[in-house]
């Protein structure tokens, strides 16, 4: 039986990403989300006949404050556990406080 999957969003403060892969290196942060998530789901393949990888990013900067601004990550995931293990290993990378 089809499910859909759920879409989560990740917001990371640009001053993390910034420290991690240098400035204005968004893409390679972008990079780095995606080969996460097809290596995991590579080695754990999803349930839902049909289930597509989508990973869309937009950047949020109308803070006053640019301590406040964020590239955010909205991926479609098969279930919530995968959005647990991605969120540890954003803040493993030093990608969220």
């Known amino acids: ?15 993390r990403v910034e420290e991690v892969f240098g400035r204005e290196n968004f893409d390679d942060c972008g990079d780095w989300v995606r080969d996460w998530l097809a290596e995991y789901l590579a080695a754990h393949p999803p349930h839902s006949p049909g289930y597509r ?3 869309d990013c937009d950047f949020e900067t109308d803070h006053p404050n640019p301590w406040f601004h964020t590239l955010n990550y909205t991926a479609r995931l098969p279930d919530a556990q995968v959005a647990r293990l991605l969120q540890q290993a954003l803040k493993d ?5």
């Open 53 to 55: 990888l989508v990973v």
């Open 93 to 97: 990378k030093g990608l969220l406080d």
């Open 1 to 15: 039986m089809y499910q859909p999957a759920t879409s989560f969003c990740f917001k990371l403060p640009l001053r």
